[in-house]
């Protein structure tokens, strides 16, 4: 995905959702931070995002602009209409956030270690792949990462093997 058809997608997700804000909570959220990213870190071609003032409207993205919908035919790619509740981040995420205004559009994005926090509970194949990537580019640091993955509750979510799967995935960055 590039930075404009990201930028498509946030413009077509907020005028379905009648909102000028909207949250990116997925790896093309790299893209608004880090517009020169490498291009294995935008490999995706859905967007995981929602209203920030209404996430129950992500319904209404989903199905006019989600998967296998008239917009992802015809452009190739396609927002994921989710709720705040999809991405595992520390509670205070928000707090680290950055804005990103296009044109009367603002796109709220976690900061890299945090995205990156919600890759590592993730834990899929792909997610390895990403955060790989991140550590290699040295886009984050170890240590900011594993900090952040203390942060979570760890009476929702098992701390230990998140921390552990990326301790795996700076192993392997460094190799």
Known sequence: MTREQL????????AIANENSMVVVDSQAVL??????????????????????????SDLIDGAIGAMSSFDETFGYHADGVGPET??????????????YIGELTAI???IHDLAVSKAAAGRDKDADY????????MIDVETLQA?????????????AVLAWARRRAFEAAA
């Open 148 to 160: 952040r993955i203390r942060c979570l509750d760890a009476a929702r979510y098992p701390v230990d």
């Open 131 to 138: 955060v790989r990537i991140l550590l290699k580019e040295k």
């Open 109 to 111: 994005c976690p900061e």
């Open 32 to 57: 608004l931070s880090f517009p020169n990213a490498p291009a294995a870190l935008l490999v995706s071609r859905e967007v995981d995002l929602y209203a920030a003032m209404h996430p129950e409207r």
């Open 87 to 100: 991405a595992v981040m520390p509670a205070d995420w928000m707090m680290r956030s950055s804005f990103h």
């Open 7 to 14: 930028e498509h997608v946030l413009r077509a997700a907020a």
